[in-house]
């Protein structure tokens, strides 16, 4: 390649010539580097690029991006500081990352540790409360809990291992060519999308089904409770096994080999330098076509499956010349975070799939919402009228402190469900639209809006810990040492509306 051309000064303190550029009557040094025949001079760009500009090609020698990587270790990159005497070291620099940035990983952190610890305990206590119901419906509200909080559990499981992973592979995105590439193919970016998916998604059905639960309760469908039973024991059993069925449905069905050439990203070949990175259908028919003439389309198809694209490229290579294995750019490799492909364009082939789940999604947050504002209205009306009623005034007041703590905790509720789904659904919308190009944003919705709710809802949802640690500060400013929690001190209340 021809390089760039500069006017050139001299510099001070070396005496090396420099090229320079005036910008707006100021002259702006241009970081170069210098080939040993002292006339050339490259872009960092093009220093351990993979090509060999300078005549002799000493740009590319101790590149850690090179096959030989003993010269430098991998946290001497980009450090700020020049470890080799050609600062290859600090050119070919980036912020290509599993989680790009410092904020995003901590976020992983802040958010995932106390989703998992909150949820487990939540899980135990619930567990543990369950054998102890006597009332059908506060059993199928504590069993709604129960799965809540398993959902949650599994995504902040997931934030964990994907942090974990970016803090392993570190920067060798921008330094070995094909650590991108083995990632998004990877079974591990396959398992952690599945897990946020799956996790996302039966949390959000539990809580639908919670909302319905309670309203209910308050239209008189369970104004007189019943002892628990085997039949409210199997009933939650299979209500419980529907939701993740479902569940695990919606997160695998974009890996069935059926629907590969919908689902199915791009193809890639690592033994075949003919095709570079990752190929997509459109590449590949083109560097077919090229190769064989005119390629003749299934009637009604508007372009080759990945079957007959495969069996036509082997075709076009000698066992002798390599191997022709293809790995696939699956339906979560999409990006580095593995999360669900929600953001898709109006041609992209996996849309209506994308779309679909999304309503799914919203329809789940606007039964909440109602149901809430339902349960809202009917607290607001009962504080009212027992308000109105003077001949119990400390059961009046009792009812009315109930009733407040009940609406500002579904003023919580729905509060942060909104703030999770509507700028999610919004967004995608927005991107699908070609308004604006939300694929950056992956990062920030799946480790931050998203899964911010796997935090809160285990303190909205059970108020084991809330109270237990109530007690525990009450202790300790009292400087009274710490006893057990007494196994009545939460008792479970036979209605729903009560137990939020």
């Not at 909080?149 to 060798?172: N, Q, T």
């Not at 003023?411 to 999770?420: H, M, R």
């Amino acid at each position: 390649r021809s390089t760039t051309q500069y006017d050139y000064s001299v510099t001070m303190e070396t005496g090396t010539l420099v090229p320079v550029r005036k910008v707006d009557s100021h002259i702006v040094v241009i970081p170069i580097f210098e080939c040993n025949d002292k006339l050339t001079f490259l872009s960092p760009s093009q220093v351990c690029d993979l090509v060999k500009d300078c005549p002799e090609g000493e740009d590319e020698d101790d590149c850690i991006n090179q096959v030989n990587r003993e010269s430098l270790t991998w946290d001497k990159a980009c450090d700020g500081k020049f470890d080799l005497e050609n600062a290859a070291d600090e050119y070919y620099c980036c912020d290509k990352d599993v989680i790009r940035g410092t904020p995003y990983k901590i976020a992983c952190f802040l958010i995932g540790i106390p989703a998992v610890i909150c949820n487990v305990i939540v899980i135990a206590t619930s567990g543990f409360r369950l054998k102890r119901i006597t009332s059908s419906t506060a059993f199928h509200n504590r069993f709604f809990i129960i799965i809540i909080s398993l959902g949650d559990l599994l995504v902040g499981l997931y934030l964990l291992l994907i942090v974990s992973k970016s803090l392993e592979i570190g920067y060798r995105f921008c330094y070995d060519p094909t650590a991108e590439i083995e990632w998004l193919i990877s079974s591990d970016c396959v398992t952690y999308g599945i897990l946020c998916s799956f996790g996302s998604q039966i949390s959000l059905f539990s809580m639908t089904l919670l909302s319905l639960t309670r309203v209910w309760s308050l239209l008189g469908l369970f104004s007189i409770p019943k002892p628990v039973a085997k039949r409210h024991v199997l009933k939650a059993v299979i209500v419980g096994v529907a939701i993740g069925f479902i569940s695990m449905v919606l997160s695998v069905m974009p890996l069935t080999p059926q629907y590969k050439d919908v689902f199915v990203n791009a193809l890639y070949y690592p033994d075949i330098p003919f095709f570079e990175q990752f190929i997509s259908k459109e590449t590949a028919m083109a560097k077919i076509e090229r190769y064989y003439g005119r390629v003749r389309i299934a009637e009604g198809a508007t372009s080759l499956t990945w079957d007959v694209i495969k069996r036509l490229v082997r075709s076009m290579f000698t066992i002798e010349n390599g191997g022709y294995h293809a790995e696939t750019l699956h339906f979560y490799g999409n990006d580095a975070v593995c999360l669900f492909k929600y953001f898709v364009s109006l041609d992209d082939p996996q849309r209506y799939y994308s779309w679909f789940v999304l309503a799914i999604n919203g329809f789940c947050f606007i039964i909440m919402f109602l149901s809430y504002v339902f349960i809202t209205a009917k607290s607001l009306r009962s504080s009212k009228t027992t308000a109105d009623d003077q001949t119990s005034q400390g059961q009046n007041r009792q009812m009315a402190a109930r009733n407040s703590k009940l609406q500002r905790k579904i003023t919580i509720i729905i509060a942060t469900d909104f703030l999770c789904w509507i700028p999610f659904i919004v967004t995608a919308a927005l991107h699908t639209l070609e308004v604006n190009n939300a694929t950056s944003l992956y990062a920030l919705f799946s480790i931050v809006v998203l899964p911010i709710n796997s935090f809160i809802n285990p303190l909205l949802y059970d108020d084991f810990i809330s109270k237990a640690t109530a007690n525990v500060w009450s202790k300790v400013k009292q400087g009274i040492p710490l006893k057990h929690i007494p196994k009545n001190q939460y008792p479970e209340t036979e209605y729903a509306t009560t137990s939020m």
